[in-house]
């Protein structure tokens, strides 16, 4: 498991490298840019490290709990093998729709457009 101390390292060599990157800003306008780059680099990095310290604290609790046993079943609870599985449903198939035709003579529905 990874070493919670070497991301506090890391943190505690990259944050007093602010103030001079900031001073750095006011001695050299022209490099801003960079300046500002390595600024961005350093947060990422240490809220980076914060999480990964964290993760690991949280990782470390947790491994250090102890497990709980299952429990048995009780008398009112039903063991595993004891359980019937319930059959499924059989589909049943969709009633087709009907179709109303009403009797209509084509030849007049044709020449009644023309009227």
Do not use: C
Not at 73 to 95: G, I
């Amino acid at each position: 498991m990874a070493n919670a101390s070497s991301f506090k390292n890391v943190i505690d060599e990259i944050k007093p490298q602010v103030a001079i990157l900031k001073k750095a800003i006011e001695l050299d306008p022209a490099g801003t840019i960079e300046y500002q780059r390595a600024l961005d680099f350093i947060e990422t990095n240490t809220s980076v490290s914060s999480t990964i310290i964290k993760a690991i604290e949280l990782v470390k609790k947790e491994n250090n709990k102890p497990e709980a046993a299952d429990p048995a079943p009780t008398k009112n609870e039903p063991s595993k093998k004891q359980k019937k599985a319930d059959p499924a449903p059989k589909p049943t198939p969709a009633p087709a729709p009907v179709v109303n035709e009403e009797a209509t003579d084509e030849g007049e529905d044709l020449f009644g457009m023309f009227n």
